[in-house]
């Protein structure tokens, strides 16, 4: 939870990690494995001091949680055809746009990459991820992502 709302007690996260890595260390059901890679690729992204800053045995330990296959399984699906001849229909060509992305242990929708120009005009980042979310990854009074989706957004942004 703290290091998903973005702030942790790295301290804590320390002690945490040291505890479940000592314990049942092979016997993680994969519920466990998905959450400690979220929880590492977090710690690693936002804070990147944390592995130089633990000790080398619980760095080593928590390698294995750095990489590896997406989170999420996600298949290609209809509307991915729709939404890539959409993008298309805007400009986006085979070199600029790509479906299925991963960062991390996360996929995206697509991928747009931003031309050399518009990111020198805009000041913005070069990758844009895209997500296609449900309504239910939406808050209905405030209209902001929740949830995993949250993580996944703050995640993108970095």
Known sequence: GLVGIG???IDFIETLLSHFVRVREGESPPSRQHQMRKIVFSLVLEHPD????????????????IDGEPLEAKP????????????ESLGFGP???????????Y??????????????????????????????DVCPVTGDVVGIQRLKERHARL
């Open 95 to 105: 070199d600029r746009l790509a479906l299925l992305k991963n960062k991390g242990p």
């Open 7 to 9: 702030s942790p007690d």
């Open 76 to 87: 290609e699906r209809l509307f991915h055809r729709q939404l890539q001849r959409m993008l």
């Open 50 to 65: 944390f592995l130089r800053s633990i000790p080398k045995s619980l760095g080593l330990a928590l390698d294995r949680y």
């Open 107 to 136: 996929a995206f929708d697509a991928r747009i990459l931003r031309t050399r120009e518009e990111v020198k005009r805009t000041k913005r980042p070069r990758r844009l991820a895209l997500e296609v979310v449900s309504e239910g």
